[in-house]
């Protein structure tokens, strides 16, 4: 996982612009996340799904209050299926690139973690931390 100023999948792969970022603010700003998932050889043609969470410093969800006055958790995800080319070695992992840009997140100052989980799983390796600044004084 990796933040960006933006992030787009073409042909089956990630370009990135404004990479490598674990700081921002104080003031919003739009923002992408990339993903490279590799898939296991023998978990090809298999549906799986993803989902990828914004939580806070205590590991709570980010909910944002909606046009609708509703409160909805900083989330995305779906499902997905990679299939093996033919001719690939077996054993050889499978790449699912995915991108995606938000708007401007109106954040609190302080540490946040995106956490990718697949088929209900995650690891610690799976998580993504940034930090948005206070204002200067």
């Known amino acids: 996982m990796l933040l960006a100023d933006y992030a787009v999948v073409s042909d089956g792969k990630?370009?990135?612009?404004?990479?490598?970022?674990?700081?921002?603010?104080?003031?919003?700003?739009?923002?992408?996340?990339?993903?490279?998932?590799?898939v296991p050889w023998d978990q090809s043609n298999t549906v799986h799904a993803f989902a990828v969470q914004l939580l806070?410093?205590?590991?709570?969800?980010?909910?944002?209050?909606?046009?609708?006055?509703?409160?909805?958790?900083?989330?995305?995800?779906?499902d997905f299926e990679v299939g093996r080319p033919p001719g690939l070695k077996p054993g050889t992992p499978l790449d699912f690139p995915v991108a995606m840009n938000s708007t401007p997140l109106p954040l609190e100052p302080g540490r946040y973690e995106w956490r990718l989980t697949i088929d209900?799983?995650?690891?610690?390796?799976?998580?993504?931390?940034?930090?948005?600044?206070s204002e200067e004084v």
């Open 120 to 133: 209900g799983e995650s690891h610690q390796d799976w998580t993504l931390a940034f930090t948005v600044r």
């Open 14 to 38: 990630l370009t990135i612009v404004g990479g490598g970022w674990s700081q921002t603010g104080p003031e919003p700003a739009p923002f992408g996340i990339a993903l490279l998932i590799q």
């Open 56 to 78: 806070d410093a205590d590991g709570e969800p980010v909910v944002l209050e909606t046009d609708d006055d509703e409160d909805q958790p900083v989330a995305f995800g779906g």
